[in-house]
Every structure is written in C-alpha cells, then in structure tokens.
C-alpha cells in the first residue's frame, strides 16, 4: 500500500467547500486521487500546468476533460 498523498491535500479547499453534503462522494474521491492517483485529478492537472489562480472552485477531481479546457485556453494567452 502506498504513502503517497497528493501534496495540495492540506491547501486543496475541495473537499472542505464544494461538497459538504455529500461526503460518500467525497471520501470516495479523496481515496481515489488524494490518497491515490493524484496525478490524474483535474485540480491537480490545472494547477501543476497553469496555476492554481486557474482552479475553479467547483472543479471536480474526476473532471479531466474540463481540465483540459482551462489549460488550452491558458495555453494560447
Ligand atoms: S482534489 Fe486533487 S488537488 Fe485537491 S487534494 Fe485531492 S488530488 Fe490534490
């Protein structure tokens, strides 16, 4: 089992403010990329290529298309 923790988990306000009423959703998440494979979240993909500035707030983890959007748009500024 790995120890690796994605290291935005302290400062990432996801969990904290977007879904506060659904935290089987959220645990489910956390483990999947936070305590997981966290370089495949959304968050962390806009972050590490363009800057956290360009996170939305409501940027799901799983949501790697619109990700990819913010990049590409950021991208050809
Ligand atoms: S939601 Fe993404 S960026 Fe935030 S702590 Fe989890 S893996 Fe890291």
Redesign the pocket.
């Known amino acids: 089992m790995t120890e690796l923790?994605?290291?935005?988990?302290?400062?990432?306000?996801?969990?904290n403010d977007v879904l506060p009423d659904m935290p089987s959703t959220s645990n489910l998440?956390?483990k999947n990329?936070?305590d997981?494979d966290?370089k495949r979240?959304?968050?962390?993909m806009v972050?590490t290529t363009v800057g956290k500035e360009h996170?939305q707030k409501t940027l799901?983890?799983s949501n790697v298309e619109e990700a990819s959007q913010i990049i590409a748009n950021h991208k050809n500024e």
């Open positions: 923790k994605c290291p935005m988990y302290k400062e990432c306000p996801f969990f998440m956390k990329y936070c997981g966290f979240c959304a968050r962390h972050t996170v799901f983890p």
